[in-house]
Structure formats: structure tokens, C-alpha cells
């Protein structure tokens, strides 16, 4: 299984600034997903991240706001831009199991973000 | 398109009674079935998962869960509550094509009274 760390755990930031939540995996993996799970609401996928090539954005969600890098293939970063109060979410890095096919993800321990 | 419905918020049980957690899906085909935990400061942990086969499905920590085609449930069961059970779960599909993507669940809250 493959172990996901993720930084800072935790943030408070004003309202405007951006941060850049970074993700390290043990091992190499091809693809790299976003999380982002709002107060009292499930996990919806951000992107997906391949490194090599541009970030996939799911519907509602757009590079300006949310850039991310993969510069190899055991990290990844994801920036949350021009923060508003309605980021403050827990955002999870998550790999997906390369042993097998069978669609098993890993998560990261998350990203508490709490924007004034 | 696929979706993932858990009724309960939240779930209050004492320590030594059994458990249910419900999870419907809406998908036009066989999905994959996931059942997740989050623990407080944590991350997410697969408790376990459907692809196919035998549809009771066991996983980790004593867990269980039923895949019930007719309902479009599948539902998460353990016998016997322990306290360190105290955490949130959530129900996720997947689904052939989708790559890697997963549906999630809104959550149940298990609260386990001593």
C-alpha cells in the first residue's frame, strides 16, 4: 500500500492569499487525485494529475483558481488561489493503487484549511 | 449519472452492539463499492470493496458489507461496536470507464456511547 504525506495539516489564512498544499507519495505512481470535502459535505474531486501532462479539472472547478504541479511521480501540489471564506474545506491528496487494477485509492491524512 | 445516498447523518450505538450503516448507489451497471473510514485528524482508509463474486465482502477491523443488486444497497455491518469504531464513514462508487474516479457518499457520523 502506499504511504501519502501531505503539508501543512493544518492552515489559517486571510482572506486573498493563496497556499500550496504539497503531497508526497512513497512510491511512483501515475495518477494523482485532488479531494476537496467541504464542512458537512462528502469528497468531490477536484482533478486528476498526471505527471508529464496538464491537470483534468472536473466540472466547477478551473486551473486559475486551483493550479497544480507534478513535477515527478511521487509528488504533487495543489494551490488554492485568491482565498474567500468558501475554501475552507479539508482538501485530500489521493493515489491510486498500482499493483492492481481493480480502482483501490490511497488518501492522504488531508489539508484542514480555515479562511478569515 | 452515478450517485451515492447515506441517510444517516448521524448514528449514535453503545459499545458491544452490533451496526449498520446504509449506502444506496444509483448506477446503470455493476459499480465498485468502496466503504471508507475517517477518523478524526485522519485520513481516509478503505475498509473494503465490491468489484464482483461472492456480494458479502469482508474487510478490516471486523467490518462487513452486503452488495444487494435489487436495492442498489450495500450496506456496512459489524457485529460489535468497539469504542476506537468512533469515526466517519463514507460509501463510494466506481464505476467501469470512469478510470479513477469516485462518487462519494455525504458521510455517516458513528458515535459509540461506553
Known amino acids: 500500500s502506499a504511504v501519502i504525506s501531505q503539508k501543512p495539516s493544518r492552515d489559517i489564512c486571510q482572506r486573498g492569499t493563496s497556499l500550496t498544499i504539497q503531497c508526497q507519495v512513497d512510491?511512483?505512481?501515475?495518477?494523482m487525485f485532488w479531494y476537496r470535502q467541504q464542512p458537512g459535505q462528502s469528497l468531490t474531486l477536484i482533478a486528476t494529475?498526471?505527471?508529464?501532462?496538464?491537470?483534468?479539472?472536473e466540472s466547477g472547478f478551473v486551473i486559475d483558481k486551483f493550479p497544480i504541479s507534478r513535477p515527478n511521480l511521487t509528488f504533487s501540489t495543489l494551490t488554492v488561489s485568491n482565498m474567500s471564506p468558501e475554501d475552507s474545506s479539508i482538501y485530500l491528496c489521493?493515489?491510486?493503487?498500482?499493483?492492481?487494477?481493480?480502482?483501490?485509492?490511497?488518501f492522504g491524512s488531508g489539508t484542514q484549511l480555515s479562511v478569515l | 449519472a452515478q450517485s451515492v445516498t447515506q441517510p444517516d447523518i448521524h448514528i449514535t450505538v453503545s459499545e458491544g452492539a452490533s451496526l449498520e450503516l446504509r449506502c444506496n448507489y444509483s448506477y446503470g451497471a455493476t459499480p465498485y463499492l468502496f466503504w471508507y473510514v475517517q477518523s478524526p485528524g485522519q485520513g481516509l482508509q478503505l475498509l473494503l470493496k465490491?468489484?464482483?463474486?461472492?456480494?458479502l465482502v469482508q474487510g478490516i477491523k471486523g467490518f462487513e458489507a452486503e452488495f444487494k443488486r435489487s436495492q442498489s444497497s450495500f450496506n456496512l455491518r459489524k457485529p460489535s461496536v468497539h469504542w476506537s469504531d468512533a469515526a466517519e464513514y463514507f460509501c463510494a462508487v466506481g464505476w467501469t470507464g470512469g478510470g479513477n474516479k469516485l462518487t462519494f457518499g455525504t458521510g455517516t457520523q458513528l458515535k459509540v456511547e461506553l
Open positions: 489521493s493515489v491510486r493503487d498500482q499493483l492492481t487494477s481493480n480502482e483501490k485509492l490511497f
Open positions: 465490491y468489484f464482483s463474486g461472492d456480494t
Open positions: 494529475a498526471n505527471q508529464g501532462s496538464e491537470a483534468t479539472y
Open positions: 512510491s511512483q505512481v501515475t495518477m
